[in-house]
């Protein structure tokens, strides 16, 4: 079954401190795979993207993700957070009939 | 990046009434736009895919005929739903791609529109 998985529900962590946000895709979605973020009651906005080329993309706000192919993961990182990164973070893959597949998504919590 | 606006943010309806919620790509044609319904604390759910000119392909359990999608250009798809119901309550949100080439692989979404039934 095509899926994404977000092994963590819950991020907390303190601002200035570096932050992972893991995602795992199965074999059988495409490559082509998203990080999307979303703040309170708006739309999501996308950080980054990998469809192919370097596996180290880089992406808005200071994020980057790395593309792990016989992982089967595409972690998103941030070396120093701010109190204004809290927000819900999606990952996500095409999939069949060009469907974006998400994630459960990640809650990160900044804290000062 | 292209914009995709989502009209109204939020609406505040009487039971039994009907709603509908524009997406619109402002500065790019849109062929495919979807619509997407999320709970709280939730991911999002993909209720069907709108293709200009044709009907719309609705997800197993999404009631087709309790959301209508309408897609008729390339800029603007609707979903109206009718006789709402408080259990209708939820977020809303669309989402385009860019028309053809690598630029269809990236959804640009909506704002999201919060429909409250009462």
């Known amino acids: 079954a095509q899926s994404v998985t977000q092994l963590d529900s819950q991020v907390p962590v303190f601002e200035e401190a570096p932050v992972e946000l893991r995602c795992n895709y199965s074999s059988s979605v495409s490559v082509y795979l998203f990080w999307y973020v979303q703040y309170p009651n708006q739309g999501l906005q996308l950080l980054l993207k990998?469809?192919?080329?370097?596996?180290l993309v880089k992406g808005i706000n200071g994020f980057e993700a790395e593309f792990n192919k016989s992982q089967t993961s595409f972690h998103l990182r941030k070396p120093s957070v701010h109190i204004s990164d809290t927000a819900e973070y999606f990952c996500?893959?095409?999939?069949?009939?060009?469907?974006?597949?998400f994630g459960a998504g990640t809650r990160l919590a900044v804290h000062p | 990046g292209a914009v995709v606006s989502q009209h109204p943010s939020r609406v505040i309806c009487k039971s039994g009434t009907s709603v509908k919620i524009e997406c619109r790509s402002l500065?790019?044609?849109?062929?495919?736009m979807f619509w997407y319904r999320q709970f709280p604390k939730q991911s999002l759910m993909l209720m069907a895919t709108?293709?200009?000119?044709?009907?719309?392909?609705?997800e197993q359990g999404v009631e087709k005929d309790k959301f209508l999608i309408n897609h008729a250009s390339l800029t603007l798809s609707t979903l109206t739903v009718t006789s709402a119901h408080p259990e209708d309550s939820s977020f809303y949100i669309c989402?385009?791609?860019?028309?053809?080439?690598?630029?269809?692989?990236?959804?640009?979404f909506g704002q999201g529109t919060r429909l409250t039934v009462v």
């Open positions: 989402s385009a791609r860019v028309s053809g080439g690598t630029g269809g692989l990236e959804a640009f």
């Open positions: 996500a893959a095409l999939g069949g009939y060009n469907k974006l597949i």
């Open positions: 709108s293709n200009e000119g044709s009907k719309a392909t609705y």
């Open positions: 500065d790019f044609q849109a062929t495919t």
């Open positions: 990998y469809l192919s080329g370097s596996t």
